[in-house]
């Protein structure tokens, strides 16, 4: 289906819990969340390409995820073709 289309986007929702990372793309906390916080923060990601053949994502690869009390999620969204 992509093949015929101009365009594509995607939107996922990243999940982080005690995460910290200098990453580029990486979980935003609320103004009152430290790093120690017990909360989960989430990052939006929202991927709009005119090269449609870059979606769907089908690989995401997290990093400083290593201590016992990190974690991560991810819910990707349907990719859309236009």
Same mark, same amino acid.
Do not use: F, M, W
């Given at each position: 289906m992509e093949r015929l289309q101009k365009s594509a986007k995607n939107r996922s929702t990243g999940y982080c819990h &005690? /995460?910290?990372?200098?990453? &580029?793309?990486?979980?935003?906390? *609320?103004? *009152?969340?430290?790093?120690?916080s017990d909360k989960w923060s989430?990052?939006?990601? *929202?991927?709009?390409? +005119?090269?449609?053949?870059?979606?769907?994502?089908? +690989?995401i690869a997290p990093r +400083?995820?290593?201590?016992?009390? *990190? /974690?991560f999620g991810v819910e990707v969204g349907p990719a859309c073709f236009y």
């Open positions: &005690h /995460e910290r990372s200098e990453q &580029h793309l990486r979980c935003k906390r *609320q103004p *009152q969340q430290s790093d120690r989430y990052t939006i990601l *929202q991927y709009k390409s +005119d090269k449609a053949q870059r979606l769907p994502i089908v +690989d +400083d995820i290593g201590l016992k009390n *990190q /974690e």
